[in-house]
């Protein structure tokens, strides 16, 4: 592969990033961590084919005596939490839709969505069916054993299910730490003003984006801005930066918004009402039964079983959170406004710089660089300890 030659705006966002110290307050950032580490969970939201009317994994057979009935979809669920058993390492809960009042927290969740649109290639005299399924995984801390089991998991429903990807599929990354205090105002400031930034790169990972006709997924950020600011993206960081409150940043990136593609929308009821209140964020007295602590949840990812993409993606989501939390508005305002004036290449060349020099993830670099066929050299950096590299 080619060496591909740096812009002199490249260079200088790398510069600024060096001169803003990011990789020391995300050191700082990740020892806080001891007392209160992040967590993450998962949702795969997928379609599962049948064909006949059993499912059978071994000596275990599952009959659908009736296709499309409530019958039928309980089997399809039960089905899979028998797949996933031996991985999961406590029992998966079977939840019936829906699934807001049903999930348990401590175990792997399997349920369905209705805005996984199962039928759509549906071909009525193939005599195949097709299920909506949601795979949920416990809320799990940063470790090699919670890698290995989300390994396991996705290895399992690839090799014991029939698995059918559209565009209503997805994979939603959730990053929380159970701290009202951390999760304020503040952080989601910062965590706008870095998606509005960094957002048409990341936007690069994802070949096939949910689709937004299917399941009214609508955009954070640039996409969906007011004409002013998706036309002056320097603009609408300033004005992001210079947001006092709530209602402020809402007009500007729609955090409130149920189902915008990075949903903030289960962080918020009650909410604080200036940059200069620290209080943590509360939330809908119905939402304590899903989430035992705030989080921001990542919902652009195409749908995946590939577990390697899977775990790069989560760990670019922590990290950008992550930075959110580490770095003073001042210095992080000064980071972004050299950044925001680098373009969007044709590749991954961009994100892999970014992953690289501002999220400081070499080995995720060096995997969206193989998978985007980029030669980014010259960048060997010594990694943070985070516990996942």
């Given at each position: ?13 790398v ?16 020892d806080g ?76 969740n ?105 399941w ?13 600011y ?23 990136v ?15 009821q009650?909410?604080p ?14 939402y ?70 501002v ?31």
């Open positions: 592969m080619p060496k591909i030659k740096h812009t002199a705006l490249e260079l200088a966002a510069k600024a990033a060096e001169k803003a110290n990011v990789k020391e307050a995300l050191e700082k950032q990740v961590e001891k007392k209160q580490p992040l967590t993450f969970g998962l949702e795969f939201k997928f379609v599962l084919k049948v064909d006949g009317n059993e499912l059978r994994d071994g000596e275990s057979g599952f009959l659908i005596l009736k296709h499309n009935t409530q019958e039928a979809r309980d089997t399809v669920r039960e089905y899979i939490r028998h797949v996933i058993l031996s991985a999961a390492k406590r029992e998966p809960h079977v939840v019936g839709y829906h699934k807001l009042y049903g999930i348990e927290i401590g175990t792997w399997v349920t369905d969505d209705v805005e996984i649109q199962s039928r759509v290639c549906e071909n009525k005299f193939s005599g195949s069916k097709r299920y909506s399924v949601e795979l949920v995984s416990p809320e799990s801390r940063f470790d090699e054993n919670r890698y290995k089991q989300i390994r396991e998991v996705c290895e399992a429903v690839v090799s014991k299910c029939r698995i059918e990807i559209n565009l209503t599929c997805n994979l939603h990354v959730h990053i929380g730490n159970n701290d009202n205090i951390s999760l304020n105002y503040s952080v989601l400031q910062k965590l706008s003003a870095i998606l509005w930034t960094f957002g048409p790169h990341i936007k690069r990972l994802h070949q096939k984006l949910p689709s937004k006709e299917a009214r997924c609508i955009p954070f950020g640039r996409d969906d801005a007011v004409p002013e998706a036309q002056d993206p320097t603009k609408g960081l300033e004005a992001i930066l210079q947001c006092n409150d709530m209602d402020d940043l809402d007009r500007i729609r955090i409130k918004e149920e189902r915008c593609a990075y949903s903030t929308f289960k962080m918020f009650e909410l009402g200036t940059k200069d209140d620290s209080s943590g964020i509360q939330y809908d007295e119905n304590e039964q899903l989430d035992p602590g705030k989080t921001f949840e990542f919902r652009q990812h195409s749908a995946t079983f590939d577990h390697q993409e899977v775990l790069n993606w989560l760990f670019v989501c922590a990290d950008l959170v992550r930075l959110a939390q580490a770095m003073d508005l001042k210095v992080l305002g000064n980071l972004l406004r050299t950044w925001i004036k680098v373009p969007v290449g044709k590749d991954l060349f961009i994100l892999v710089r970014i992953v690289r020099k999220l400081h993830l070499p080995e995720v670099a060096n995997y969206y660089a193989v998978k985007g066929k980029v030669v980014d050299e010259g960048d060997e950096l010594e990694q943070i300890d985070r516990g996942w590299q």
